[in-house]
């Protein structure tokens, strides 16, 4: 009876780590962040989505190909994976506060040295 609750718990670990029907990881899209299949939309959007307020129903109508099944469990996804999930929208943060530090912040110039337009 252990061995079965064993193998029970060993399975559901590695299903927690396996992307649902609906979720993607591919190395080719969104940098190998987890997505809705067929989209490059990152959970880590509709996260975000949800952080700003927005219902899974507001999501999907914003996107017609977006069914609310795939906002669901792209927020299943996202609990299951939270963690892993945070630690890149941290790192995605990190990267935005870099650039506008070194390429906007101040300097009265864009990206390729040119002077930003007054007013």
Known sequence: MNLAIADCTTI???????PAPHIEVSPD????????????????????????GRS??????????????DVHAALAYYHDNRAEID?????????????????????GRDADDNPLPSG
């Open 29 to 52: 899209i969104a940098g190998g962040k987890p997505c809705l299949a067929g989209t490059r939309i990152r959970i880590q959007d509709i996260v975000a989505w949800t952080e700003l």
């Open 87 to 107: 630690r890149q929208m941290r790192e995605d943060d990190e990267f935005v506060d870099r650039f506008k530090a070194e390429y906007l912040t101040g300097s």
């Open 12 to 18: 559901m670990l590695h299903m927690r780590k396996t």
């Open 56 to 69: 899974p129903d507001d999501i999907s109508n914003m996107y017609p190909h977006v069914t609310l099944a």
